[in-house]
C-alpha cells in the first residue's frame, strides 16, 4: 500500500488511540483493596499515556484535537484518582498527603498540557511535560515511603 499524508496521519492517529486503549486497560486491570495503592497505579499510568501523548504531538505524530481530548480525560482521571484517595476514611499520614499532592500535581500539568496544545504553544507544552515527570518521581516516591515497612 502506498502511504500518502492523508494515510500517514490516519496511521499515526490510529496508532496514538491504540497506545491509548492500553492504558486504559491496564490501569483498570490495577486491582487492589488498598484505595492509595490503586489509584497510585492508576495515576501513574494516566501520567505515562500523558508523557507518550505530548511526545506524539510534540514530533507532529498525533493531531491537536486527539492530543488535546485525551490530556482533558488524563487530566480527569488523576482528579479523580485524587479524589478517591481523599474519600477513603483511612488514616491521615504525611505520606498519604504526599501521594494526594503529586496526584494533584500531575493532574494540574496534564491541564496545563492541553491548554499547551490547545494554543499550538510549544514552549508551554514543554513546560507541562517537564512538570508532569517531575510529579511522576515525586509519585514514585510517595508510593515508596507510603508503603514502606513500618518500624
Not at 27 to 56: G, H, N, R, W, Y
Not at 96 to 102: G, I, P, S
Request: aromatic share 6%; with cysteine.
Amino acid at each position: 500500500m502506498l502511504l500518502t499524508a492523508g494515510n500517514v496521519k490516519d496511521y499515526r492517529y490510529r496508532l496514538c488511540r491504540s497506545y491509548l486503549l492500553l492504558s486504559i486497560l491496564a490501569f483498570t486491570a490495577c486491582s487492589s483493596s488498598e484505595p492509595v495503592e490503586q489509584q497510585s497505579k492508576i495515576a501513574a499510568s494516566a501520567s505515562q499515556t500523558a508523557a507518550m501523548v505530548l511526545d506524539a504531538w510534540t514530533a507532529a505524530a498525533a493531531p491537536s484535537s486527539y492530543a488535546s481530548a485525551t490530556l482533558q480525560s488524563t487530566a480527569e482521571t488523576l482528579a479523580e484518582a485524587a479524589r478517591q484517595i481523599q474519600s477513603h476514611n483511612s488514616p491521615e499520614s504525611p505520606n498519604r498527603r504526599a501521594v494526594m499532592t503529586a496526584i494533584g500535581r500531575l493532574s494540574t500539568a496534564a491541564k496545563l498540557a492541553q491548554v499547551g496544545v490547545k494554543a499550538d504553544d510549544p514552549r508551554q507544552v514543554s513546560q507541562a511535560r517537564q512538570d508532569l515527570r517531575a510529579a511522576a518521581n515525586d509519585l514514585a516516591v510517595a508510593y515508596a515511603r507510603y508503603f514502606a515497612p513500618k518500624p
